[in-house]
T-cell receptor, first 113, second 112 residues
Framework: GENVEQHPSTLSVQEGDSAVIKCTYS??????FPWYKQELGKRPQLIID?????GEKKDQRIAVTLNKTAKHFSLHITETQPEDSAVYFC????????????FGQGTELSVKP | GAVVSQHPSWVICKSGTSVKIECRSL??????MFWYRQFPKQSLMLMAT?????????EQGVEKDKFLINHASLTLSTLTVTSAHPEDSSFYIC????????FGSGTRLTVV
């Protein structure tokens, strides 16, 4: 089955700097890759996603890139703000596994003012 | 957008008792719902796939007799933690595909 690896597990940046979180996946059947932000005790919130027919997608300060050949995708946050502090999860959706979404281990991002 | 409602948001129960958690799709029908468990500072681990009108599919290592799942209608799935023990204390969260993966608000279960 699909396996998603996410790095780093923790990331600390200064306000205004950029943050990059990387994920790799194993199953070539995965064709959808969402990123979630989760604040303590709350549900994961979708912040951006990308499908396998696209190499890059941007939404204001957030961007995601996908390299299908290498089976990795990354989240880029520019001009970070303290309210960006949270745990971020990447995920992969293999189209042939009944709709399951497989999550990475998570990255705890801390943005210091 | 699609909304998934989950209740209760938190529950404390005594060891040995059972707890039922409900997950409802409010404005769409969900033939499939997913149940995840999340321990502190860990990722979301898929426990089972809930299928409307049929048996749930459990992930490897998840005890189906302990975590009973019922998906009797297109808008409701329930997870019952039977004979709960302190090690079952966790954050349980459901999700459904309403044109995108939508999560419930989660249930914080504490077994004392």
């Amino acid at each position: 089955g699909e396996n998603v690896e996410q790095h780093p597990s923790t990331l600390s940046v200064q306000e205004g700097d950029s943050a990059v979180i990387k994920c790799t996946y194993s199953d070539s059947a995965s064709n959808y890759f969402p990123w979630y932000k989760q604040e303590l005790g709350k549900r994961p919130q979708l912040i951006i996603d990308i499908r396998s027919n696209v190499g890059e997608k941007k939404d204001q300060r957030i961007a995601v890139t996908l390299n299908k050949t290498a089976k990795h995708f990354s989240l880029h946050i520019t001009e970070t703000q303290p309210e960006d502090s949270a745990v971020y999860f990447c995920a992969a959706f293999p189209y042939n596994q009944g709709g399951k979404l497989i999550f990475g281990q998570g990255t705890e991002l801390s943005v210091k003012p | 957008g699609a909304v998934v409602s989950q209740h209760p948001s938190w529950v404390i129960c005594k060891s040995g008792t059972s707890v039922k958690i409900e997950c409802r799709s409010l404005d769409f029908q969900a033939t499939t719902m997913f149940w995840y468990r999340q321990f502190p500072k860990q990722s979301l681990m898929l426990m089972a796939t809930s299928n409307e009108g049929s048996k749930a599919t459990y992930e490897q290592g998840v005890e189906k007799d302990k975590f009973l799942i019922n998906h009797a209608s297109l808008t409701l799935s329930t997870l019952t933690v039977t004979s709960a023990h302190p090690e079952d204390s966790s954050f349980y969260i459901c999700s459904a595909d309403g044109g995108g993966y939508t999560f419930g608000s989660g249930t914080r279960l504490t077994v004392v």
